[in-house]
């Protein structure tokens, strides 16, 4: 486990699994996300508007789903050094930004079998997915955004297969002040399958939980924040991330990040299930840094890694399940 404060929560009753129910939990991290938000239903092989800018928020009325996003209470610690300037966002509508989000999610879980054995069932899941980005600023809303997707790539070669059936498909966000995303919709292609589909919003999703607002307060170099926010999957967490100004050049800014995640409760709600269990230990952290551009939404460079752990168990304590976590995501600007 990772080297954050560990979260201990003795229930006050016990809730018992069976095998099924531990293999379920099974693989719940990298699919923790989709079932809170569900799998998108509506599709469409309309591509978004090639121009400068959207002239209209079309993901808004053409039966994209629309999925609310957790919105972050930001507060500033210290204001930094030299000249204090906002860090006002104001999205170009002249040109489109063009970026390549990548995201990694790797579980390894050791849960017991069978009352008696001594034996463990160990299980390692991992999913990997480089998605291509066009987005595109509504041209008289800059609170909106629309984007398409190009082919996405993925090192698992049986998600590969289906993954350029998803080219064409479209979307959008909308922002409130601190460059923070508050809902995105989502329409994949006719022609996408659940896998594919899964995975494209899984990897979005996952991204924008870990945007990092900005403060609306003017700042100098050195200055820090907070940003807690609530992220509901099968283990609800505060995710709590300290930023620093690390640098700024005009309009471009580099964000130092630190992230840790402590659960809300001790409640482990298996995905696909009604059945629950208890989190006795929980573990996870990390950090990055990011380059943002105030006149794009999207970060232009820089990464983020979580990892750390979580012990769960049932009516036996003596027989938890053990998983052990890691998220990484990348940013990086394309032509």
Same mark, same amino acid.
């Given at each position: 486990?990772?080297?954050?404060?560990?979260?201990? %929560?003795?229930?006050?009753?016990?809730?018992? +699994?069976?095998?099924?129910?531990?293999?379920?939990?099974?693989?719940?991290?990298?699919?923790?996300?989709?079932?809170?938000?569900?799998?998108?239903?509506?599709?469409?092989?309309? @591509?978004? *508007?090639?121009?400068?800018?959207?002239? !209209?928020? =079309?993901? $808004?009325?053409?039966?994209?789903?629309?999925?609310?996003?957790?919105?972050?209470?930001?507060?500033?610690?210290?204001?930094?050094?030299?000249?204090?300037?906002?860090?006002?966002?104001?999205?170009?509508?002249?040109?489109?930004?063009?970026? #390549?989000? #990548? @995201?990694?999610?790797?579980?390894?879980?050791?849960?017991?079998?069978?009352?008696?054995?001594?034996?463990?069932?160990?299980?390692?899941? &991992? &999913?990997?997915?480089?998605?291509?980005?066009?987005? $595109?600023?509504?041209?008289? *809303?800059?609170?909106?955004?629309?984007?398409?997707?190009?082919?996405?790539?993925?090192?698992?070669?049986?998600?590969?297969?289906?993954?350029?059936?998803?080219?064409?498909?479209?979307?959008?966000?909308? +922002?409130?002040?601190?460059?923070?995303?508050?809902?995105?919709?989502?329409?994949?292609?006719?022609?996408?399958?659940?896998?594919?589909?899964?995975?494209?919003?899984?990897?979005?999703?996952?991204?924008?939980?870990?945007?990092?607002?900005?403060?609306?307060?003017?700042?100098? =170099?050195?200055?820090?924040?907070?940003?807690?926010? #609530?992220?509901?999957?099968?283990?609800?967490?505060?995710?709590?991330?300290?930023? #620093?100004?690390? $640098?700024?050049?005009?309009?471009?800014? !580099?964000?130092?990040?630190?992230?840790?995640?402590?659960?809300?409760?001790?409640?482990?709600?298996?995905?696909?299930?009604? *059945?629950?269990? %208890?989190?006795?230990?929980?573990?996870?952290?990390?950090?990055?840094?990011?380059?943002?551009?105030? @006149?794009?939404?999207?970060?232009?460079?820089?990464?983020?890694?979580?990892?750390?752990?979580?012990?769960?168990?049932? *009516?036996?304590?003596?027989?938890?399940?053990?998983?052990?976590?890691?998220?990484?995501?990348?940013?990086?600007? !394309?032509?």
């Amino acid at each position: 486990m990772s080297n954050a404060s560990v979260f201990v %929560h003795r229930p006050s009753s016990a809730i018992a +699994y069976t095998p099924k129910s531990v293999r379920r939990a099974f693989g719940v991290t990298a699919a923790a996300l989709v079932i809170a938000g569900g799998i998108t239903a509506c599709s469409s092989d309309d @591509t978004a *508007d090639d121009g400068p800018c959207a002239p !209209t928020a =079309a993901s $808004r009325t053409d039966g994209a789903r629309p999925i609310s996003l957790s919105t972050p209470e930001v507060k500033l610690v210290s204001p930094g050094t030299g000249p204090a300037q906002e860090l006002a966002v104001v999205p170009a509508t002249t040109a489109p930004q063009k970026v #390549t989000l #990548t @995201t990694s999610s790797l579980e390894a879980s050791i849960a017991p079998t069978d009352r008696g054995s001594d034996a463990n069932q160990v299980q390692r899941t &991992q &999913q990997q997915l480089a998605t291509p980005i066009t987005a $595109r600023t509504v041209c008289d *809303d800059p609170s909106s955004l629309e984007f398409s997707i190009g082919s996405p790539t993925s090192k698992d070669l049986e998600l590969s297969e289906l993954l350029p059936e998803l080219d064409g498909s479209t979307g959008g966000l909308s +922002y409130t002040d601190g460059m923070v995303p508050t809902r995105l919709r989502l329409k994949p292609t006719d022609g996408s399958q659940s896998p594919a589909r899964s995975a494209l919003e899984q990897s979005l999703l996952e991204a924008l939980n870990y945007s990092v607002p900005l403060p609306t307060s003017p700042v100098g =170099a050195g200055a820090t924040w907070t940003s807690v926010r #609530t992220v509901s999957a099968a283990a609800t967490v505060t995710q709590t991330m300290n930023v #620093t100004l690390a $640098r700024r050049d005009g309009n471009v800014v !580099t964000l130092d990040v630190k992230i840790d995640e402590t659960p809300v409760n001790s409640i482990f709600s298996i995905p696909g299930s009604d *059945d629950k269990l %208890h989190i006795s230990r929980f573990s996870m952290s990390g950090s990055g840094t990011l380059t943002v551009d105030l @006149t794009k939404r999207f970060p232009v460079a820089g990464s983020l890694a979580v990892k750390g752990g979580r012990e769960l168990v049932g *009516d036996d304590a003596n027989r938890p399940i053990l998983q052990q976590n890691e998220f990484t995501l990348t940013w990086k600007a !394309t032509k």
